[in-house]
Structures are given as C-alpha cells and as structure tokens.
C-alpha cells in the first residue's frame, strides 16, 4: 500500500506545482520541458547496475517506452491549454474520468474477476469523481473548446492503459526504474523539439520556473514510477489500483485545493467526497 500512496500523493503534487505556477507566470512549455529533464537525470540517478538487466528483454519493451514518452509530452501540454482556454473545472473532470478506460482494460482484457459489488464501485466512482470536481462555472464554458478535455479524456486512458499493458506484459520488477526513466527521456526530446521549433526557449533564467520544474520532474517521476510499483507489488487487480490511485488523487486535491488555494467546495463537492469513500468499501 505504500506504493499506492506513494502514487497518489506524487500525482497530486503535479496539480498543485501547475497551480502555483501559474502565479509564478511561469512559460508552460519550458516548465514542462525542465520537468522532464529533471524526471530523466532522477531516473538516472536511481539506476540499478546495467548489468542487472536482459538486453533482450529490454529491446522488447523500448518502442513502449518511446511512444509512452511522446503520449506523457502530448498530454502534458493538452492539459495545459485546456486548463487555459476550457478551464481547471473541464479540465480536470475529463482527466480523472479517463479511469474508466484502464479499469475497463483490466478488467476485460485481463480478464478479472467482475463482481457485481466492484462493478457498482467503478460505476459510484466515476459518479463520485465527477461530484466531487463540479463547480457552478461549468455551465458557462465555452463549448468551442469541448474537444480539447474531450481529447484529455481519451488521451489520459489510453496511456493509463498503456501503463497497465506494458507493467503486466513487458517488463519485471527490476526494470521499473529503467523503463520509467527512458519514458520521460522521450517526453524530454519531444518537449525539446517543441521548444526549439517554436522558438519559446530563452536564455534568460526564471528562477521560479526552473525550481518549479524540477519540483514537477520529481512528482512526474514519482507518480509513473509508483503506479508501476503498485501494479507489481500490492497484490491487487489493475482495476482496483487505478481506480483507488484516482479516487484518493481527486479526494486530495480537493482537500489541497481548500486547505491552499482557499477553493470552496459546494454541497455537491462534498457529496462526491462521501460517494467516493463508498466506492472504496465498495471495490475492496
């Protein structure tokens, strides 16, 4: 359980450096593009010995990793624009309802056990998640920007998917720190080609920004290497990861958010907070 935990406060830590960056006017492209500098040298950095690992094993999982990696930059920047031009509101909704597509995945292609109790749990989750990130401001988003969280939803499960295919399928438990570490090694050359084709690299340092984005690096890190640790060592169903680590991941930003930000919850807020801890009796 330790590795879930560990999953889900590295993963809400991202919302919150996003946030505060924010205040910080802080280039979202180079924010993005020194936290997966700083995700890829910490990865580096918690290798085991080379030799611990098969080359013939690893060769089978890289394309996994680099189109993993390429998915992560593309979804770091989505969320990004649409957290600017849909909202935080939208934004958020459609990340964390994404959970249905791993949990879906797992259950079918896995072929887990699907009782009706757990299917009732994934189905009061998503109700929850959805409570629990409403606000009033929802009705007046601009619907001219509805494909981008659309996008968000889509793009978020099919890596979270991804995630749970390559964790069960392709690599061992050695290999977690390397395959994490070569993942956000693509997202840095992706995120370094933006940058330098769009011109938006300067050479001026912004203190707040570089601290920020190796802040962003470690949780980004953190949150994948976690989640993969989870998959390994909990002992439950992929199903039930991903859908405890998002649950408690909305449950913890909202308590941030109010304890932070000084954001206020409404009554339907705290109705997906008390629906989300009976979908947690529910799934175990």
Not at 97 to 108: A, C, G, I, K
Request: proline share 2%; glycine share 6%.
């Amino acid at each position: 359980m330790i590795y879930l935990a560990a999953s889900i406060l590295s993963s809400s830590l991202i919302f919150v450096v996003f946030r505060v960056a924010k205040h910080y006017q802080a280039k979202l492209a180079v924010l993005i593009t020194i936290n997966y500098l700083a995700a890829t040298l910490l990865g580096i950095f918690l290798f085991e010995p080379l030799e611990t690992y098969s080359t013939e094993s690893t060769i089978r999982w890289i394309p996994y990793a680099a189109l993993l990696g390429i998915l992560f930059a593309l979804m770091f920047f989505v969320v990004g624009k649409s957290t600017q031009k849909a909202g935080i509101t939208v934004t958020s909704l459609a990340t964390k309802l994404s959970l249905v597509f791993p949990v879906s995945f797992s259950l079918f292609y896995f072929e887990e056990e699907l009782s009706f109790l757990k299917l009732l749990g994934i189905i009061s989750a998503v109700v929850a998640v959805a409570l629990t990130v409403y606000k009033k401001d929802l009705k007046r988003t601009n619907l001219n920007y509805v494909l981008l969280p659309a996008f968000i939803f889509i793009g978020s499960g099919i890596v979270d998917s991804l995630v749970k295919f390559v964790q069960a399928t392709k690599i061992t438990a050695s290999e977690v720190s390397l395959y994490t570490t070569l993942v956000f090694f693509a997202a840095l050359i992706c995120g370094t080609g933006y940058l330098l084709l769009s011109r938006q690299w300067s050479t001026r340092l912004h203190l707040p920004t570089l601290l920020l984005g190796v802040l962003l690096g470690t949780a980004n890190f953190g949150s994948l290497y976690f989640i993969l640790q989870a998959l390994n060592k909990t002992g439950m169903p992929g199903s039930l990861v991903f859908a405890l680590n998002n649950m408690l991941i909305v449950a913890l930003t909202t308590v941030l958010g109010r304890m932070i930000f000084k954001e206020k919850l409404n009554k339907t807020n705290f109705a997906g907070i008390v629906l989300a801890m009976i979908s947690l009796y529910l799934l175990f």
